[in-house]
């Protein structure tokens, strides 16, 4: 890397999250620590029926043997300090009245905050067509045009509500994609999990808007354990987006979110990501840690499931949403950028699990990583025995900016039948100087230029997303590099 | 316009230019033959600053101004333009963006205003016309799975665009069948004006019977060993560049 | 007690009582070469499939056989038996160890450069233990892996080759490693310590290959240095019976613009593992795996490959292909790791599979870990069915099925082939290719 080059990544450092206010509301938390008490006072908070409450202590009961025998995952590229999930604060909510009856009565304070973070509560100001719904630390604060979704039989409200409103959907589907026993950090959700979406598209219907989900961290101390529920009926379709922020802070915060998401037969459910939690400073002080399990369960004939993210944000990602194909000629798409920059690290990538017949998956992943960052891509393509006719293609590509940044493969093929066709490939490279010059030659800035040869990498996955986030998301890519990169 | 003295460049280590001279006016167009590893190559991407390219002795003074001390986009934002040997394939990003990106930097260095996306597009799409490019060129990725014509025809595009004062073709002419030639020559020609100078480099006299030049250099060992007339072309193209052996210094 | 910790407990009980046997004038760092092996390998014992390393490939086959060293009396092997399992293509030198041991009455070294041959492990290690000290366990780290560690505590012959500054050997040297069956369920440790020196240049053959359908167990440790500027091509070829169980680790070291080619040719055995461990510790290293598998019936064929750019503008590549008929299960693990200064670094891999049979199956993990951020690397993979267009295409010139699937095999494997150092020896396994595709094809074992 040249003098300039390593010029504008020092300039381009100084660029600050813009993110990181913190909202003063009055909240109510729970004291930090986990036992049966505090899964039971969440429970009870939430005024939950008593097989809920039994499937959360089950969950924790587990969670603390495996905490026990010190079996947190370590395989992951990612180097953290022990966590104390002790010190942990599992429940905090804005103070509000019990029931709102409608969005002008949510807190004024709460409705600025996402006004800041771009996002319009009030529906009249709304961009038509997005519906969201929108979570703060541990609970759901509003759910804007429930109404005109409702005269559908689209259910999207808050999981906390779709437990009191829905408790036989929630019941049936709840667990059933990922398991309370899946894994340490879906273990742990199962066991608090606070808040999240649910949406529920009924036989036949295509929702007629994007679903959107905003995430928010605020209170200190305190983890983020949203669970999300999204259910497509046969024939029914769904997009559904999710965007999340939070506050500078020097601590690390730990976000374990389950998502999971069931496709009956005919069924299509994209699922979008723009994920942007604060990333630490400059020299790795602070962020979120993205402990995330998400699944989508593939469950009907021809049934499809698209998962895209963007991940710029976090200190540590570690995710891999993932399809369960069982139904015959079922589909999963796993499009995906994650760029890291500063200290940021990330393992990140998907598994697919081919079970039914003819059935397809595809993987495009793109890893950008400068300053100190690290990332790993970590996939798994499974064809089991009676999965006649699978096909999968992957491709992942990894881009190197700055000689202290590293990139790292992993991807396992698991193959049992002979009938499947799979191809890999991936490629690591640094940023082409001659695509570098090229640019230059033609007047643009080098960070203009490093910027613009990063979208042109991205454009696979960007060009799944929908069209607002793709442009959210092309922005949230450049101010990334601009954090860290020439 | 531009004017070169004593200068001495290398590339990887290897002394390639060893004492150019050369001073190009506004309103002139020099065309630079040489064989294969003369250093005309080198010569152009001296000119636009690439990375790698080192200047040993001697000044590049365009305008006046000490060309060296300059980044890649700064000369192409003073008005030097380089139509590339191998133009650049940048996956993903489309052509008009890119154009586009380019013109607005270009304009606002020059204390011009931005165009808008409807203006911009009115303007290459008459530019692309006039290059005989077709349109959904300009939606694709810049350079990606263009035929070599293609991607010589999009670099002339841009040049129409850009509207540079100096404009360097380095072997634009080279992989391209007749038709392509003369399309790429006629873009050229419509460029030329008593504000603009070009620099046309090339292997093959062939291009010079579109392009006429005011003069014609021969580089040979990394120095000019004949300079004269269009004249000379025609010349190098009856006896080869054999007989040069003799007359190049080494 | 599991099946794994109680085959531990049996190896560590032969490995002491191999110690206690040995030869009294054995020099005193060769006794704590094998003490310090045989307490690692007490150690690790076998690793579980809970181990990344070991995911894909359990041990407890092997396990479950009470595995002995063999008996103190030479296998009864004669000069005629070795002829039969040498192909006259390998017209070269051969030096012949059965059941681990040298027998030179079996072997017929030719007349290399410089009277250059190669020597008997547990003669040299007697005779002259000075040209041993510093060379045999210095790439192969007992800690490292079990298997290094059981062969090392069980360390007694092998082949040691010498090869001199600026020598150049032109015919391969063929090392054959027989497994005689006289008795069943006997282990060997087969050495290979290969020194090429500066400017050297050298092709050596190891081929491991069973007399008779009994089961054994090879565990085979290489250690192979290539010093400056000088160029080894190695072939590992692996034609033992179905019974076998074959365990080896080859250890490399790239000194600066030296060049290093490995051909592990997997055409038999019921269990194989490799692991192949190549440094290119200077600058400018090149290095080339080839890897090559044809396997059936109830087979395992097991590759593992680490690759490691130290330093800049080294240049690795690495092919393997896989086909599997049967049940037989293939997985390939190749890991490319481009440390900080391995700036330049052009690395690429690929792994090809064909699946002939509905049972077969096939994991691949093709890894990149790069830590430099100017280089060049890549990695591929694949995993298919035979071409059903090329198959039929192939059956309607009125070739039969049978042989239109060989002949496609042959064309899958040919560019690997191709690159052998020899061409007689690509002529012969291409022969011993299509004996094996038969029985991969016919769902036999292997």
Not at chain 1, 42 to 58: D, G, M, T, V, Y
Not at chain 1, 206 to 212: A, F, G, H, W, Y
Not at chain 1, 414 to 442: M, P, W
Not at chain 3, 384 to 403: H, W
Request: proline content about 4%; aromatic content about 8%.
């Amino acid at each position: 890397m040249s003098e300039s080059q390593n010029a504008t990544l020092e300039k381009l450092a100084e660029r600050e999250y813009q993110y990181g206010f913190v909202t003063d509301i009055e909240s109510e938390s729970v004291p930090p620590g986990l036992d049966e008490g505090i899964v039971r006072l969440i429970s009870s908070k939430k005024n939950e029926p008593e097989w809920l409450l039994a499937w959360r202590l089950k969950a924790l009961e587990r969670f603390l043997q495996l905490a026990a025998d010190g079996t947190e995952p370590t395989w992951a590229m990612v180097d953290y300090p022990k966590i104390d999930y002790q010190k942990i604060i599992y429940y905090s909510a804005p103070k509000q009245r019990k029931q709102l009856s409608s969005l002008d009565e949510v807190d004024p304070e709460l409705l600025r905050t996402y006004e800041k973070l771009g996002i319009s509560l009030a529906e009249q100001k709304r961009l038509t067509g997005v519906a969201v719904d929108a979570v703060f630390d541990s609970v759901s604060v509003a759910t804007t045009f429930r109404a005109e979704l409702e005269k559908q039989g689209i259910l999207f409200c808050s999981f906390s509500e779709a437990v009191q409103q829905h408790p036989e959907l929630v019941r049936k589907y709840l667990g059933s994609v990922v398991p309370y026993s899946d894994n340490f950090f879906a273990t742990l959700n199962s066991a608090v999990f606070t808040d999240g979406s649910f949406a529920y598209v009924p036989k036949g219907v295509r929702c007629p808007m994007e679903l959107s989900t905003y995430f928010r961290i605020n209170a200190v101390g305190t983890g983020q354990f949203e669970r999300t529920l999204i259910i497509a009926d046969e024939g029914a379709s769904v997009s559904y987006l999710e965007g999340c922020t939070a506050p500078k802070r020097d601590e690390n915060q730990l976000h374990a979110a389950v998502v999971e998401l069931v496709a009956l037969d005919d069924a299509t459910i994209k699922y979008s990501t723009v994920q942007n939690w604060y990333p630490g400073d400059k020299h790795g002080v602070g962020g979120i840690y993205n402990f995330v399990t998400k699944r989508g369960a593939c469950r009907g004939k021809r049934s499809k499931i698209s998962w895209t993210q963007v991940e710029t944000g976090s200190a540590i990602t570690w995710k891999y949403p993932s399809c369960i194909l069982q139904g015959d000629d079922s589909i999963g798409e796993f499009y995906s950028v994650a760029m890291t920059t500063n200290y940021q690290q990330a393992d990140t990538g998907t598994k697919m699990i081919h079970i039914g017949r003819n059935t397809s998956s595809t993987i495009v992943s793109k890893g950008i990583s400068a300053g100190h960052g690290r990332q790993a891509y970590r996939g798994l393509v499974h064809v089991s025995p009676r999965a006649v006719g699978a096909r999968n293609h992957s491709r992942c590509d990894s881009l190197l900016l700055g000689s202290t940044s590293s990139a790292h493969t992993f991807p396992y093929l698991e193959i049992e039948n002979a009938t499947a066709q799979v191809e890999h490939e991936a490629t690591t490279s640094k940023i082409g100087e001659d695509q570098l010059f090229y640019c230059r030659q033609r007047g643009l800035s080098e960070e203009d230029a490093v910027s613009l040869i990063v979208n042109g990498f991205c454009k696979e996955v960007f060009r799944e997303l929908p069209m607002e986030f793709a442009v959210e998301a092309q922005n949230l890519l450049s101010l990334s590099l601009e954090n860290t990169v020439g | 316009m531009l004017e070169l003295s004593n200068l001495h460049a290398s590339a990887g280590g290897a002394k390639i230019l060893k004492g150019i001279d050369l001073v190009v006016r506004a309103g002139e167009v020099h065309a630079v033959m040489g064989p294969n590893g003369s250093g005309k190559s080198t010569l152009a991407n001296v000119l636009a600053g690439r990375p790698g390219v080192e200047i040993t002795q001697g000044s590049v003074l365009f305008e006046g101004k000490d060309l060296t001390a300059l980044s890649p986009e700064e000369r192409a934002r003073a008005g030097i333009f380089l139509a590339f040997q191998y133009p650049v394939e940048i996956p993903g990003v489309a052509n008009s963006y890119f154009l586009k990106a380019s013109l607005n930097a270009i304009r606002k260095a020059r204390g011009l205003a931005e165009l808008d996306a409807m203006d911009f597009l009115a303007l290459v799409r008459e530019k692309a016309k006039r290059v005989e490019m077709d349109e959904k060129f300009l939606q694709r990725a810049v350079n990606e799975g263009f035929s070599g014509g293609e991607k010589k025809r999009n670099e002339i595009l841009q040049m129409a665009i850009l509207e540079p004062k100096l404009a360097v073709l380095d072997e634009t002419d080279s992989g391209l069948d007749i038709d392509a030639l003369r399309v790429v020559a006629n873009g050229v020609n419509a460029l030329r004006s008593p504000e603009r100078a070009l620099l046309v480099i090339t292997h093959y006299q062939r291009l010079l019977d579109y392009i006429v030049p005011d003069f014609v250099h021969v580089l040979s060992g990394g120095r000019i060993v004949r300079s004269g007339g269009k004249e000379l072309a025609l010349e190098l193209e009856q006896k080869g560049y054999g007989w040069l052996g003799a007359a190049a210094p080494r | 007690m599991s099946a794994l910790e109680a085959a531990r407990d049996h190896f560590v009980a032969s490995a002491r009582a191999f110690a206690a046997a040995a030869d009294p004038r054995d020099p005193a760092w060769l006794r704590s070469l094998r003490a310090e092996a045989a307490a690692s390998f007490a150690e690790q014992g076998l690793p579980t499939t809970r181990l990344e390393e070991w995911r894909y490939t359990n041990l407890t086959p092997l396990a479950k056989t009470r595995f002995e060293l063999p008996g103190a009396e030479p296998a009864a092997v004669d000069r005629e038996a070795v002829e039969a399992v040498c192909f006259p293509v390998f017209a070269c030198s051969v030096f012949v160890f059965v059941d681990g041991r040298f027998r030179p009455e079996l072997s017929s070294p030719r007349a290399l450069s410089g009277n250059l041959r190669v020597e008997s492990l547990a003669e040299l290690r007697t005779r002259a233990p000075a040209r041993l000290a510093g060379q045999l366990g210095r790439l192969a780290d007992p800690k490292r892996h079990p298997f290094v560690a059981l062969g090392t505590a069980c360390l007694d012959d092998g082949a040691c080759l010498f090869v001199p500054r600026a020598t150049r050997v032109e015919q391969p040297i063929h090392v054959v490693q027989i497994a005689s069956g006289a008795a069943p369920d006997r282990v060997c440790h087969p050495r290979l310590l290969l020194v090429a020196e500066p400017g050297s240049q050298v092709t050596v053959i190891q081929d491991f290959v069973s007399l008779a359908g009994a089961r054994g167990f090879s565990n085979a440790v290489a250690e192979v240095s290539v010093g400056q500027g000088a160029a080894v091509d190695l072939v590992l070829l692996q034609r033992e019976n179905a019974e076998s169980f074959h365990v080896s680790n080859l250890e490399v070291r790239i000194a600066r613009d030296a060049r290093f080619a490995a051909h592990t040719l997997t055409l038999g055995g019921g269990f194989v593992r490799n692991d192949l461990n190549a440094v290119l510790e200077e600058e400018g290293a090149s290095l080339r795996l080839d890897g090559l598998t044809v396997a059936g019936g109830s087979s395992l064929v097991d590759n593992h490959t680490v690759v490691d750019h130290a330093l800049p503008h080294g240049e690795s590549r690495q092919r393997y292909k896989c086909v599997l008929g049967g049940r037989a299960r293939g997985v390939f693990r190749g890991r490319v790791v481009v440390r900080p200064d391995a700036q330049k670094t052009n690395a690429s891999q690929s792994s090809a599979n064909i699946l002939l049979s509905e049972g077969a199956e096939i994991d691949a993990k093709p890894q990149l870990e790069i830590w430099a951020d100017d280089v060049k690397c890549s990695h591929g993979a694949t995993i298919g069915r035979l071409d059903e267009n090329a198959l039929f295409y192939l059956r309607s010139r009125g070739i039969g099925e049978a042989a239109a699937r060989d002949l496609l095999v042959q064309g899958f494997a040919a560019e690997l082939l191709a690159s052998l150092p020899s061409p007689a020896l690509a002529e012969g396994l291409t022969e011993l290719l299509r004996e094996q595709m038969r029985r991969a094809g016919a769902g036999e074992a292997a």
